[in-house]
């Protein structure tokens, strides 16, 4: 069986970092995309960021460029979403994801982690 676990995930002030993880187990973890997705209160589930399975091809929400980078350790089964110059607007549960085609859409990715929160102060 699939599992994700997701970690990372806290209180941090406007203009700081959080690196989240996510350890998964129950596939072979280099075969497969990997994704983080987010969801604010009272908003939609909204793609983050994805990344191939060999770790060759990344993709970004435009509004996270040049400030999250995602990363795999396939040695570890970990992904990482290390998030820089954090803003209030980054509030919000992040998911990780695994499917079989890396991009932003939810309907690619079959497995899915419990959620950490990310609460970013003024």
């Known amino acids: 069986q699939v599992q994700l676990v997701e970690s990372g995930g806290g209180l941090v002030q406007a203009g700081g970092s959080l690196r989240l993880s996510c350890a998964a187990s129950?596939?072979?973890?280099?075969?497969?995309?990997m994704g983080w997705f987010r969801q604010a209160p009272g908003k939609e589930r909204e793609f983050v960021a994805a990344?191939?399975?060999?770790?060759?091809?990344?993709y970004y929400a435009d509004s996270m460029k040049g400030r999250f980078t995602i990363s795999v350790d396939n040695a570890e089964n970990t992904v990482y979403l290390q998030m820089n110059s954090l803003k209030p607007e980054d509030t919000a549960v992040y998911y990780c994801?695994?499917?079989?085609?890396?991009?932003?859409?939810?309907?690619?990715?079959?497995?899915w982690g419990q959620g950490t929160q990310v609460t970013v102060s003024s």
């Open positions: 129950g596939r072979t973890f280099s075969a497969y995309a």
């Open positions: 990344i191939s399975g060999s770790g060759g091809t990344t």
């Open positions: 994801a695994t499917g079989r085609t890396v991009g932003a859409d939810e309907s690619w990715y079959d497995f």
